[in-house]
């Protein structure tokens, strides 16, 4: 099994720029998909972007701002977010998934962080 932490959350105009990191113990990252979704106060957890050796994948609605990369050296995932909205205002989590088949989106995965809060300022 694989633990994962995630850290960098925190409160920012709109407009502004954030990394997230996701850093992994146990196993390597390099064995799964490693996604980032959100959830917003009263709203479902949604996917934002997902990673793995196959392919990467990218939510609509944070497609050309969002950026997902991994360091396996240091066993830690990235999320560079840029030009930020106040929609994008939620807790976000990393997660693991062993299998690769199937869609990267849905929220079929086998491991959890605890998540980090971004806020987003008007």
């Known amino acids: 099994q694989v633990q994962l932490v995630e850290s960098g959350g925190g409160l920012v105009q709109a407009g502004g720029s954030l990394k997230l990191s996701c850093a992994a113990s146990?196993?390597?990252?390099?064995?799964?998909?490693i996604g980032w979704f959100r959830q917003a106060p009263g709203k479902e957890r949604e996917f934002v972007a997902a990673f793995s050796v196959i392919r990467t994948s990218y939510a609509d609605s944070v497609k050309g701002r969002f950026t997902i990369s991994r360091d396996i050296a240091k066993n830690t995932v990235y999320l560079q977010m840029n030009s930020l909205k106040s929609e994008d205002t939620a807790v976000y989590y990393c997660?693991?998934?062993?299998?690769?088949?199937?869609?990267?989106?849905?929220?079929?995965?086998?491991?959890w962080g605890q998540g980090t809060q971004v806020t987003v300022s008007s």
């Open positions: 997660a693991a998934r062993i299998r690769y088949s199937g869609s990267y989106t849905d929220r079929s995965y086998d491991y």
């Open positions: 146990g196993r390597t990252i390099g064995s799964f998909v």
